[in-house]
């Protein structure tokens, strides 16, 4: 059904005189609607962009389909272009979508991270649930299936596991959230070179000679090429330790070579967290600085473990990118402390661990995150309240990765809050975990951090 159009428009008109008023350079912002009051205005988390009679709209991939500004609905990714009339108040001239979103085909490719449970009415051809992918996929008698195990055995102990190997899906969103596939097919694991970091590079915890404190060291062979701080206080290291162990789903056990996560909190003022292709995952202060509870650190840690899991490092080179000849090693580092953990990676190669992956990447570690820590009982709203926070608090400020300008966490928050409501119900969360006395406990050793 058509919005329907306030009359006055009042709103509108007062804040575009004010713009009028005060001059503001255009920006733009991008992000999914979270929620579409009525026709004269749409939300972007806390973010209302304002349509008036001027407003334009560019539509890409329209195919004949004809779109209007009415069309706009929660779930749509769009980019508006205008001037910001007041906190959270945008006036939008004109704002561009895809019309593609419209067909809500979905086409993508996950390795399972857990033993689906309808395995065998799956390999049966009969009608079946799949969870993949941080999604739920619903199969019936019209679904393709390339499913290599065509014959399910006559007992459960002789099926082999299928957690880790790759399924790709195409299919519709429901408007429930869930997707009708079309086709499903099961793959094979990805190779245990995804797992491995570049040159060689192994990270080894070790103690500085001269003082004694604990460090990491990036060894490649005998030779260090460089250093991080450790935070010293144990306690913060260990809860760390033990709640990323805590989050590991039971893919970690089955890729194709064996990898150890392993979690260090390292001395960095800045709100990031980085997950290395062999499991590594370097937890910043600044970070568990910013977070309110552990809720918000449970996602955060489980979208990392699922950067690892997915090979979105491996995948990244050898799917989305030409490959390429890696840079070598230069004596930027050496074996002094890193001054810059992301140039330091950078010269590994591994520019997309530092600056983020592809929109679709990231989505696929956000869903997964969120799938993840609904499974263990946490309150997944907690993932967009904290992108809510890091809009309040840090405004454009980019020294982070994961919650970095105003753009990046719009586009980031507004995705968790699109899909939280496409696939959870709101009551689902009404006894969640928010928050636990470890947490706190760690919050009160460590005391104050610097945080960028």
């Given amino acids: 059904m058509p919005l329907k159009r306030a009359t006055s428009g009042l709103l509108v008109l007062a804040l575009s005189c004010a713009v009028s008023a005060a001059p503001a350079s255009k920006v733009k912002i991008r992000g999914y609607i979270t929620e579409r009051p009525d026709a004269q205005t749409l939300k972007i988390l806390s973010d209302v962009v304002h349509i008036g009679a001027g407003t334009q709209l560019a539509v890409q991939n329209a195919s004949g389909k004809a779109i209007t500004l009415d069309d706009l609905a929660p779930g749509l990714l769009i980019e508006a272009e205008g001037a910001w009339a007041g906190k959270h108040q945008f006036i939008a001239e004109k704002i561009s979508v895809d019309a593609a979103q419209f067909d809500r085909e979905i086409k993508e490719s996950a390795y399972l991270d857990r033993e689906p449970e309808d395995a065998a009415p799956i390999a049966r051809g009969e009608p079946a649930r799949l969870q993949a992918d941080g999604e739920l996929l619903l199969l019936d008698a019209n679904t393709r299936r390339t499913w290599k195990e065509e014959v399910a055995p006559a007992k459960e102990s002789e099926r082999p596991r299928l957690v880790g190997r790759q399924v790709s899906y195409h299919g519709l969103r429901q408007a429930d959230g869930r997707i009708a596939a079309s086709r499903v097919e099961l793959g094979v694991s990805a190779p245990a070179d995804a797992y491995k970091m570049p040159h060689g590079i192994e990270i080894v915890a070790a103690k500085d000679a001269q003082t004694g404190i604990d460090i990491l060291e990036f060894r490649r062979g005998k030779k260090v090429e460089g250093r991080l701080k450790l935070f010293p206080v144990r306690a913060v290291q260990e809860y760390v330790s ?16 064996a990898i150890e996560f392993r979690f260090f ?51 990244e080179v050898h799917e989305t990118r030409a490959q390429r000849v890696l840079l070598t090693l230069g004596a930027l580092a050496g074996a002094y402390f890193i001054g810059d953990l992301g140039l330091f990676l950078g010269q590994l190669g591994l520019e997309a661990v530092v600056n983020g992956y592809a929109r679709r990447i990231e989505n696929q570690a956000d869903r997964l995150g969120l799938q993840n820590i609904i499974a263990l009982g946490y309150d997944a709203r907690q993932a967009t309240r904290f992108a809510g926070i890091m809009v309040e608090r840090y405004g454009n400020r980019s020294t982070s990765k994961i919650w970095s300008d105003h753009d990046a966490m719009l586009l980031r928050g507004s995705f968790l809050t699109v899909q939280i409501q496409r696939q959870y119900p709101q009551e689902k969360f009404k006894d969640a975990i928010v928050d636990t006395p470890a947490f706190k406990a760690m919050k009160q050793v460590m005391g104050p951090v610097k945080i960028m």
Avoid at 243 to 256: E, Q
Avoid at 268 to 286: K, Y
Avoid at 288 to 310: K, P, R, T, Y
Wanted: hydrophobic share 45%; net charge negative; proline share 4%.
């Fill in 242 to 257: 033990h709640l990323g162990d805590s989050l590991l789903p039971p893919s970690a056990d089955v890729t194709a070579r």
């Fill in 265 to 315: 909190v390292v001395e960095d003022a800045s709100i990031n967290a980085t997950a290395l292709p062999d499991g590594t995952v370097l937890v910043h202060t600044g970070l568990l600085g910013a977070m309110e509870n552990e809720a918000q650190l449970a996602f955060v840690l489980s979208h990392e473990i699922s950067h690892v899991l997915q090979a979105h490092y491996w995948r």
